[in-house]
């Protein structure tokens, strides 16, 4: 079985640790187990970095999406418990043609950010 992990970075956080935690406890048990992150902070070599592959509209585009953000959060103070942040900062082709196998489960953690349900459901 062949299983991805998608999360917006593999350390440094609660659900991150966990993410990373499950991805080797599953390589562990012999399953063929892949870790795709925005942010690569680990030196495992089974964790496949996207942010080095992003271009600079890429980047731009979440940058104008943050700025949008935190001007609709000071206009209209929606609660925090309701909030979503929907806009997916990597394009789902650029994630598939990452993918070093065609997975037969995607296991999404921490993906604010990363990527929204518009991806997942692309891919």
């Known amino acids: 079985m062949k299983i991805l992990h998608l999360a917006t970075q593999d350390r440094g956080g ?32 089974s964790v496949v970095d996207m942010s080095s592959r992003l271009t600079v509209a890429d980047r731009w585009r979440r940058v104008r999406h943050e700025v949008r953000r935190r001007y609709l959060r000071r206009r209209f103070r929606p ?3 309701f909030y979503v942040d929907n806009a997916g900062m ?22 604010s950010g990363f990527a929204d349900a518009g991806t997942l459901r692309a891919i």
């Open 14 to 45: 609660g659900a991150a640790n966990a993410g990373y935690r499950l991805h080797r406890n599953m390589q562990t048990a012999g399953i063929d187990s892949r870790m795709l992150v925005l942010r690569k902070l680990s030196d495992d070599s």
């Open 79 to 81: 609660s925090p418990y």
């Open 90 to 111: 990597v394009p789902a082709t650029k994630l598939v043609s990452r993918f070093p196998f065609q997975p037969d489960a995607i296991i999404a953690h921490s993906i």
